[in-house]
Each structure stands twice: as structure tokens, then as C-alpha cells.
């Protein structure tokens, strides 16, 4: 395991504290071949790229052999690559160039369920031999139909509609949380306990450097699946999240069994030096206590920031709700490619621009960015945040996501998930040919290789602040995961203490002056670092910072070490 900056501060060697990460949603980070897909060595074709920015790991969405209902989150085969993908081989070499660069490669981990091209679904549906069906059937959950023959219980899916599909030739209804094509691992048959045992040291042994676990507050469902309380009946033509709202998942989801399963992969991981974190969707941070017990997963992804407006009360809550304890094992991200980019999310409407490509999103975004970047935890962007990227624009005979309700193309995730812009040529130089998902081309200046080449763009202030972080971090100890809140509240100003590290940042209108810390040094205010879209905001960098206070322009956020 190479040596880390962080390592000295925690006695059991764990590297992702106050790391940063980078999530590569696979499909449009860069296309080698020029299917118009993207894939791992397009990946690897770009570790230049990352190295330069400054990530010390890449997670990578799935890439697994799939049929590709829901974009490869249905996986036909855990230990293999889609050749839609890469190989095995190219998977070996882009984790070793990335050890190289000192990079460690993350990978999805899909355990609620399989796909039903999935062998294990194929026997257990009788596509098999009579003893591989025997073996196989308890790996999935089955019921027969309630008594008026409909599904066996109330469950919903998070892709909404019934949990429940009848599979015909057994009569019996089996359980999908997502898509029918979906159904969901039985966790109580140790069986499958075993199998997954297998798949991560499969993928230890090759290198990776741990796993995001996808839906991790499902896995183990009630025993005596129970139906859920109904809080309201469903109302005609609801969304996907209004149908799962009118139920208390009391029995479906965030099962306190499910800890025996991380429990367990936290040994394995463990002694790998392997990071084992969560989707842990769960946006009360006392739900978030319950996923993350101090034995189970090392971390998992804190959503709140994903649901804030740009409100001072709201963003101070999202960064202050977590306790120490908790707040020092989430990890932090703006964006993903289940929401829209944070850039689109901030836009402010009502000003001279169209309110999403004026820049003012992006530096929300990067004002937020600084304040959650020296958080204790793990900080981690969104292919494309780094170039200040809003979502792009997919026109509605184009949109492919499966998860909009019919006739509600807006619902569904198309717009955070179009290819990154690389550059110069047909589709921003992601590939020759028309990608899988086409898009408006993005304007010059905001692709990647334009950007590396201006001192002043959101490129070069990411970098900017990724240099700060790797400068900084060494100087955390332990004792640094609790926060001294600085903020008063009457002004638009949010702001902390962590150990010598102050982080301010002005989440209001206009201009406003903070203290800065005695005897401190500016290292890094976004507003300098980038162009930023406020119109005084030379006046705000220069003014009055010799006094011992900061004028910070709104939108943007400053650095000192004291
Ligand atoms: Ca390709």
C-alpha cells in the first residue's frame, strides 16, 4: 500500500481520511474505442488527467457484465467485465497505472439484487438443472400471491409500482426493490453470504482499494415480510418518490440485520487496508448513526447537501447535524450521477444570465465545495464539477433513463449523466461517433482541455483547492474532528475552525467582511482563483484585507492557516 499523508493520524492505517475522491460514472467518462461508450481504458487514458487535479481515488461505477436495464446497476456476473467495457486484463492495468500515480481504484459493490439474466435467477427459475434450481432458489425472495392472488405484501419500489413480479411458472410473486429485471439476493440464506465473500476478495486480490456499496440501507429484508404501514393512499399518476412516500418503511428498508452483512465485510476489507463505504441514503444524521456503527462500514455518503437550496440556515445544517463521531466517517459530494449537478441545483434565477450557465452555480458550488472539502471525512466530486459543469442539455426524444413515470421525462437522471467534454471535435472530443446518450455539445470554455490551459478557470481552482487540501491535511490530528463553529448567524456567513485551518464562505447577495484569524495566512479564496461571475469582485478580493478582515464576495469562500 503506498504511503499516504494521512496514514500517520490514524493508528490503523486509514488512507481515505480527509482523502479525495472522484466519481467516474463510467459510461460517459471517456471513450477509448469509439463506440460511443465510455470504458476502462479510456479511464486510463485520462489517469493524466486525475493525477494533475489531484484525487487520490476513483470510484467507478459499475462494470459488469449487464444487460444495461439500469445502466449496469443489474449485474449478470459479479466477477467479470462487460466487454462493452474493457476486459479483465485492461481492469488489472488501469489499477496498477493508477497505484502508479497513487490513485487507488474504488469500485461498485450491487449486492441488493442481480440482474435476471444473472445465473443464479436463470437456475432459480428453472433454466438450469432440477439441482441447480434447488440450490438457487433460496438465493432470491419468493412468496406465493395473497389470497386474492395479487402480490404477497404492500411493498413498493423505488422505481415505483409494485415490489412484486409473478413468475409463471412457479406461480409465486418474487421481490424486486427497482426494476422487475431486478429481483433482490435473499441475505437470510447464508449461501449467498458465502458467495459475496468470495466476490470482494476476487476484487481485493486484484488491487482495488475498497467499494461503494450500492443501497446500502437495503440487503436483509423483514423476516415475516410485513406489510409497511400506508400513511395515504396513493394518489393517481404519483411519482416514483410520492408512491414510496406513502408508506413507513418500517420493513423494507434499513433492516438492523444488514450490519451483520457489512460487519462481516469489514473484516475482509480490513485486512486488505480496503476503504468500505456506503449509498447510505438517509438524510437524518440519526439514521445515518444507525448505518454507520463504528464495527460496520468505514464510511458512507451524507446526501444532505445534495437536497439544500443556497440558504445560509440550510447549508450551516447540513455541515453542522453530523456529530463528531458521525461526521468524521461521511463522505462529502456535491453532485452524483443520481442528481442533478450542483452547478444547475445553485443557479440563481431572476439575475441578468438564464441561470444556469452564468456562473453563478458553479460558484456556489465551489463556495460550497470549500467548506465541505476541510470537513473531517472524505471529499468527493463529480466527473465534471472540476470544469463547473451544470447538467447538459438532453432533448426529451433523447432522454433514456428508465426511472421517470411514463409521460415525466424530467424525473428521470439523464442530464447530471451526459459525456464529459474533453475538447476540441465532434461531441466535445468524448468520441467520434454519437454517444449513447446524446446532448447539446457544450461551448468551448467549458471543456477540459480549454480549461487546463487558463490560470483562471474552474479547473485551475479545483486544482487549486485539491493542492491546499494535500498541503494541509498532514497538519490534522485527531483531535481536529471537532469544529469550532465561528459563525454568528445574522450574516450570510458560514464558517468553522479545524485546528489551524479557518474556512469562511459567503452563502448570501452580496459582499460581506469577515475577521480574519490573528496571525493567519490566506491559502486559497475561490473568488481569485477562478472568474467569478460577481461583478465587484477585484474590489472584493483587494478590500480591506489588510485590517484584519476579509471582504468576501457572495459566492465564494476562503482558506487561512493560522
Ligand atoms: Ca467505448
Redesign the pocket.
Known amino acids: 500500500m503506498p504511503d499516504s499523508p494521512t496514514a500517520a493520524r490514524h493508528t490503523s492505517q486509514q488512507w481515505w481520511a480527509d482523502a479525495v475522491g472522484y466519481q467516474v460514472y463510467l459510461r460517459s467518462f471517456a471513450?477509448?474505442?469509439?463506440?460511443?461508450?465510455?470504458?476502462l481504458?479510456?479511464v486510463r487514458s485520462k489517469l493524466g488527467y486525475l493525477s494533475d487535479l489531484g484525487v487520490d481515488f476513483i470510484w467507478i461505477t459499475p462494470f459488469y457484465p449487464t444487460p444495461g436495464h439500469d445502466w449496469g446497476y443489474d449485474v449478470a456476473d459479479y466477477c467479470d467485465v462487460d466487454p462493452?467495457?474493457g476486459d479483465l486484463a485492461t481492469f488489472d492495468q488501469l489499477v496498477a497505472e493508477a497505484l502508479d500515480r497513487n490513485i487507488r481504484v474504488v469500485t461498485d459493490l450491487v449486492p441488493n439484487h442481480t440482474s435476471s439474466d444473472h445465473r443464479w435467477f436463470q437456475a432459480a427459475i428453472g433454466n438450469a438443472s432440477e439441482a441447480e434450481r434447488a440450490r438457487y432458489r433460496d438465493y432470491y425472495i419468493w412468496r406465493d400471491p395473497a389470497p386474492d392472488g395479487g402480490p404477497p405484501n404492500n411493498w413498493v419500489g423505488y422505481f415505483g409500482g409494485p415490489a412484486w413480479t409473478l413468475e409463471p411458472k412457479s406461480g409465486q410473486y418474487y421481490l424486486h426493490l427497482f426494476l422487475p429485471s431486478q429481483p433482490d439476493l435473499n441475505w437470510r440464506n447464508p449461501s449467498v453470504a458465502d458467495e459475496w465473500d468470495g466476490i470482494l476478495r476476487f476484487w481485493l486480490d486484484r488491487g482495488v482499494g475498497g467499494f461503494r456499496v450500492d443501497v446500502a440501507g437495503g440487503l436483509v429484508k423483514d423476516a415475516e415480510l410485513r406489510s409497511n404501514p400506508q400513511l395515504r393512499p396513493i394518489p393517481p399518476r404519483a411519482s416514483r418518490w410520492e408512491q414510496w412516500d406513502c408508506f413507513e418503511h418500517l420493513h423494507d428498508v434499513f433492516q438492523p440485520e444488514s450490519q451483520d452483512v457489512f460487519r462481516r465485510w469489514r473484516t475482509v476489507c480490513d485486512s486488505y487496508g480496503a476503504f468500505l463505504h456506503g449509498e447510505t441514503y438517509h438524510l437524518d444524521p440519526r439514521g445515518m448513526n444507525d448505518l454507520l456503527p463504528p464495527d460496520g462500514m468505514h464510511g458512507g455518503y451524507w446526501f444532505a447537501p445534495m437536497h439544500v437550496g443556497w440558504d445560509p440556515a440550510e447549508i450551516r445544517q447540513t455541515l453542522r447535524a453530523p456529530q463528531p463521531d458521525l461526521s468524521e466517517r461521511l463522505l462529502w459530494a456535491m453532485s452524483s450521477h443520481d442528481m442533478p449537478r450542483a452547478p444547475t441545483r445553485f443557479a440563481r434565477h431572476g439575475g441578468d444570465g438564464d441561470g444556469v450557465h452564468d456562473g453563478w452555480g458553479a460558484a456556489r458550488t465551489l463556495a460550497f465545495n470549500v467548506l465541505a472539502a476541510f470537513m473531517p471525512g472524505t471529499f468527493v466530486l463529480y466527473q465534471g464539477e472540476e470544469l463547473g459543469l451544470a447538467d447538459g442539455e438532453v432533448a426529451a426524444a433523447d432522454k433514456l433513463d428508465p426511472v421517470g413515470p411514463d409521460g415525466d421525462v424530467n424525473a428521470g437522471r439523464d442530464g447530471c449523466r451526459t459525456p464529459m467534454p474533453w475538447g476540441d471535435g465532434p461531441h466535445n472530443g468524448f468520441?467520434s461517433v454519437q454517444p449513447w446518450l446524446r446532448s447539446a455539445d457544450r461551448p468551448d470554455l467549458a471543456t477540459a482541455a480549454a480549461q487546463s490551459s487558463d490560470d483562471s478557470s474552474w479547473l485551475a481552482a479545483y486544482r487549486e483547492l485539491l493542492g491546499v487540501i494535500r498541503r494541509v491535511r498532514s497538519d490534522f490530528t485527531d483531535s481536529d474532528a471537532t469544529l469550532e463553529w465561528t459563525d454568528e448567524g445574522d450574516i450570510p456567513i458560514v464558517s468553522y475552525r479545524r485546528g489551524r485551518i479557518a474556512v469562511a464562505a459567503n452563502v448570501g447577495e452580496t459582499s460581506h467582511d469577515v475577521p480574519a484569524p490573528a496571525a493567519a495566512t490566506l491559502l486559497y479564496d475561490s473568488a481569485a482563483a477562478c472568474r467569478h461571475p460577481h461583478a465587484d469582485v477585484e474590489d472584493a478580493c483587494t478590500g480591506a484585507s489588510g485590517s484584519g478582515t476579509r471582504r468576501l464576495a457572495p459566492a465564494s469562500a476562503v482558506v487561512w492557516r493560522t
Open positions: 471513450d477509448s474505442n469509439d463506440d460511443g461508450v465510455g470504458d481504458a479510456g462493452l467495457f468520441s
